[in-house]
T-cell receptor
Framework: EAGVTQSPTHLIKTRGQQATLRCSPI?????VYWYQQALGLGLQFLLW???????NRGNFPPRFSGRQFPNYSSELNVNALELEDSALYLC????????????????FGPGTRLTVL | AQRVTQPEKLLSVFKGAPVELKCNYS??????LFWYVQYSRQRLQLLLR??SRESIKGFTADLNKGETSFHLKKPFAQEEDSAMYYC???????????FGKGTTLSVSS
């Protein structure tokens, strides 16, 4: 079974530009999660999509946005890039709608390394 | 506030020695806690969750509500256990995982 895939592997941008990161979930998974792993800050939750809708977002400014397509793949967009946006961005997918009663294991992708110069 | 604290950035032990990776949390009510592991050049993956009370690869973790801890333990470390370990908590709304900053475990012979 193919795992979660992310593209590109690496992305280099300059301050002020926009970045687009892509994620394809495991077949059959409807939920997609985005996390930022910045140096020294650990993994921080960014966004959660399920069935095409944004269900939850973490404590990040509005210039971090995304969407989920009908095939459940997802895109993360970061506008007006700042130096501190340099990080590894991880995507994860799970089987069902998240929630305490229905939590399913999140399977992670390999990540996209974003460098902002 | 909901928070996960892993006080050690790095833990170095010898093969065969016991291992304890510390995790403390801040949460109102009954938390749902997990340990994730990332081996070198591999993806982040779930190691165990407290609700299932499993032992995976010889690791166990017990929830101690009095001490608000969920330490990960293994009686005899192996070199292949060397990895980054993250403790995580399901947030109050049940919509996101809150991760600690991780502890690197290094097991040497």
């Amino acid at each position: 079974e193919a795992g979660v895939t992310q593209s590109p592997t690496h992305l280099i941008k300059t301050r002020g530009q926009q970045a687009t990161l892509r994620c394809s979930p495991i077949s059959g998974h409807t939920s997609v999660y985005w996390y930022q792993q910045a140096l020294g800050l650990g993994l921080q939750f960014l966004l959660w999509y399920d069935e095409g809708e944004e269900r939850n977002r973490g404590n990040f400014p509005p210039r971090f946005s995304g969407r989920q397509f009908p095939n459940y793949s997802s895109e993360l967009n970061v506008n007006a890039l700042e130096l501190e946006d340099s990080a590894l961005y991880l995507c994860a997918s799970s089987l069902a709608l998240g929630g305490r009663e229905w939590y399913n294991e999140q399977f992670f992708g390999p990540g996209t390394r974003l460098t902002v110069l | 506030a909901q928070r996960v604290t892993q006080p050690e950035k790095l833990l170095s032990v010898f093969k065969g020695a016991p291992v304890e990776l510390k995790c403390n949390y801040s949460y109102s009510g009954s938390p749902e806690l997990f340990w994730y592991v990332q081996y070198s050049r591999q993806r982040l993956q779930l190691l165990l969750r407290h609700i299932s009370r499993e032992s995976i690869k010889g690791f166990t973790a017990d929830l101690n509500k009095g001490e608000t801890s969920f330490h990960l333990k293994k009686p005899f470390a192996q070199e292949e256990d060397s990895a980054m370990y993250y403790c995580a908590l399901f947030n109050q709304a049940g919509t996101a995982l809150i991760f600690g900053k991780g502890t690197t475990l290094s097991v040497s012979s």
